[in-house]
Each structure stands twice: as C-alpha cells, then as structure tokens.
C-alpha cells in the first residue's frame, strides 16, 4: 500500500501559500484535464479558523473520497489552503490532533486506484509526526524549496515572464523583489501590470520600468513622489506632487513615506562614514551588510521585524539602489531633511485645506540648487 500511496497521493507544503496553491493548482488541472465527469473532480477548503472548521473540513474530504463518480472513472481530490497543520492556536488544540489523526487513517485506507488524492498546506509545521508521515510516505513536494526567498521567486519571475511573452533583466528581477518586499502575489501581479503596459510579445522589463511603475511594498500611492524626491530632482517631484493631489487629498502619507526612506539613507550614511560598509560598483556588499549587522545587533533586539528603523532588515539590493545618490547626501543635509518634514507635518495639521502647497513648498525648500 505505502509504495502505490507514495505515487497517488500528493502532499504539497511550503511558508508561501501562493507558491504552495499555484503548485497545487497546476497539479490538480493536469490530473483533471481527460476527465468529463464534474463528480471525478472535487475540490475541498481545508482553512479553519477554529476547531469545528477542521471536523466539517475533514468530514467533506472523507465523503468526497468515499463517493466514487458515477460513470467509473478516476476521482481526483484536493484538499487545499489547509492551514491546521501550522504551530497555531487551531493547530496545537486536541481537537484539531484528533482530526489529523483521523485524516491519516483515512489516507492509509484509501484505495490510491481510485482515487487520486492533493492535499496542499500553508504554514505547516514540520516537526510534527503528521509531517513527517507525509514526507516519508507520500509524493512530498516543498513548494518554493529550502532555498532563500528571493532566490526562490527567479525561476517563478522567469515562468511567469514567459507566460507574459515578455523578458525581464536580472537588474529589474531583483528590483522588483526589493520593491515589493518579496511578495509572491504582488510580484506575479506587478509582472502581469508591466507585461500588459508593453503592449506587445517580445518586449523587455528593465531596471527603469520596475522602478517607474512599480509602487514600494506599502507605500500604496505614494512611492513615486518619494522616488522622485531621492532623486533630487526638483521638476519631477512637483510634478509627482501634482499627481498625487489630482487624486488625493492628504499629503501625510507621502511625508511618512519620505521619513522612512531617510531613517534607511541615515544609517546608510552613517555606516559608510564609519567605513562600516562600502559602496561599489555593483552596490552595496552584502558581506559588509552581515558583518555590521553582527555587530550592531545589540541595538536591534532579537529577531527584529522588517521596518525602516533597522537598515539591516532590508534588502541589499534595495539599499544599494537608496544609496545611489548618497554620494550628494552628507548626514547633515539628512537630518535636515527630518527637521523639513517634520516642519511639514506641522503646516498640514495648521492647513488642512491647504495640502498641497505644503508639500510643493517641502520639495523646494529641500531641493532647490543653492545660488
């Protein structure tokens, strides 16, 4: 049983439940694609929020699997985004124990001729005796790899570029990972927007494109505004200003956008001052990057969350594009930079009704070339 098993029953897993559902997806429409009969496909929601969930989930995936199709032909079953397998309140209840105990006895005594089985799960612990179970007694698959994160999405960037009928540089490939923090969904959606804004197959993604039309991972509408400032360029910035009030009202989001690119560009300044990092040609060296975070760690608490106040939370290949016009950035005009948007701040709260010429006065108090 275990060796027919191990070929009829997939169990995919990963820490990125879209990569773990795209792989699940792609599996169970190749498993379907000769079937006729809609009663030789089910699909079963394996999320729960709470106990309960778990039963009726298992409780559907035992009926789907225990009713055979009408006119013979092989059932194919996924379970899928089961989520109670994870190191979780839901997922360490006795509860739920039991209903994974009760999943893997009905796994055992499946008939793998019958019925093909996919179950997919994100996040899933793998210390637990259900894990490894699976990994030893099933076709086991680890979407994303044990592989690094970012390295983990090229091959996914390349798939998804050539489905687009368009290529992609490898400096626009790390861009857009930086950018939007990793991300799997936005990654492949920001693919999709890029592909379609070319029009045409055959066309390239470059480093320029990415970094025009692709927003920072939480900056929402404000990214370009901050692009344009970090620039130094004073004609995009109040045009990116203009945009930005065209449609919106408040200037707030894009001072603390502004902000927290100049806490990264502070401690950016300061640790090239120290000659703690260098700054080459191809960037920033990541060496340098781990060594200091070592020794500034202290300072960081353990196990430090991503967020603007930690430069060592960040990508390097994002840090190395901020730092591209440090060399015009002393840490004087920095922490001058935090005195203005802090002046601004206090401007908006005294004219609300007067936003945008605020934040048009910001930009050139800041950037207007000295006489």
């Given at each position: 049983m275990g060796s027919k098993m191990s070929k009829e029953f997939t169990f995919i897993c990963g820490g990125d439940d879209f990569l773990v559902s795209r792989m699940a997806k792609?599996?169970?429409?190749?498993?379907?694609?000769?079937?006729t009969d809609d009663f030789s496909k089910e699909i079963i929601n394996g999320t729960s929020a709470k106990?309960?969930?778990?039963?009726?989930?298992?409780?559907?995936?035992?009926?789907?699997?225990?009713?055979?199709p009408l006119f013979g032909e092989r059932k194919v079953v996924w379970l899928k985004e089961v989520n109670f397998l994870a190191?979780?309140?839901?997922?360490?209840?006795?509860?739920?124990?039991?209903?994974?105990?009760?999943?893997k006895q009905l796994l055992e005594s499946t008939n793998p001729q019958g019925v093909d089985i996919i179950i997919s799960a994100s996040p899933?612990?793998?210390?637990?005796?259900?894990?490894?179970?699976?990994?030893?007694?099933?076709?086991?698959?680890?979407?994303g790899g044990d592989k690094r994160k970012e390295n983990a999405l090229h091959p996914l960037i390349e798939e998804e570029s050539r489905l687009q009928g368009v290529t992609i540089t490898d400096d626009a490939r790390e861009l857009l990972i930086a950018k939007l923090g990793g991300n799997t969904r936005l990654v492949i959606e920001e693919l999709?927007?890029?592909?379609?804004?070319?029009?045409?197959?055959?066309?390239?993604?470059?480093?320029?494109l990415v970094a025009e039309i692709v927003p920072e991972f939480g900056e929402s509408n404000f990214f370009e505004a901050a692009e344009a400032f970090y620039s130094l360029d004073l004609e995009w910035t109040l045009e990116a200003i203009r945009r930005h009030f065209f449609t919106?009202?408040?200037?707030?989001?894009?001072?603390?956008?502004?902000?927290?690119?100049?806490?990264?560009?502070?401690?950016?300044?300061?640790?090239?001052?120290?000659?703690?990092?260098?700054?080459?040609?191809?960037?920033?060296?990541?060496g340098d990057l781990k060594?200091?975070?070592?020794?500034?760690?202290?300072?960081?608490?353990?196990?430090?969350?991503?967020?603007?106040?930690?430069?060592?939370?960040?990508?390097?290949?994002?840090?190395?594009?901020?730092?591209?016009?440090?060399?015009?950035?002393?840490?004087?005009?920095l922490i001058d930079f935090q005195t203005q948007f802090l002046r601004a701040f206090e401007e908006i709260l005294n004219r609300p009704d007067d936003q945008e010429a605020v934040m048009r006065d910001l930009a050139i108090r800041c950037l207007k070339p000295s006489k």
């Open positions: 792609a599996l169970f429409e190749e498993k379907t694609r000769d079937l106990v309960s969930d778990v039963e009726l989930a298992v409780g559907r995936f035992r009926q789907a699997v225990q009713t055979l190191d979780s309140v839901t997922g360490r209840a006795e509860g739920t124990l039991a209903q994974v105990e009760l999943l899933m612990d793998r210390r637990r005796a259900f894990a490894k179970w699976c990994e030893k007694n099933t076709d086991f698959r680890l979407a999709r927007k890029m592909a379609t804004f070319l029009g045409s197959e055959g066309q390239e993604i470059d480093e320029k919106q009202k408040d200037g707030r989001g894009i001072i603390s956008t502004l902000q927290g690119r100049n806490r990264l560009l502070i401690q950016l300044r300061v640790l090239l001052d120290s000659n703690e990092i260098r700054l080459g040609g191809r960037g920033l060296s990541s060594n200091a975070a070592q020794t500034y760690a202290r300072h960081f608490g353990e196990k430090p969350e991503k967020n603007n106040f930690n430069v060592f939370t960040q990508n390097p290949w994002y840090l190395g594009r901020l730092a591209a016009n440090i060399g015009k950035l002393p840490l004087r005009k």
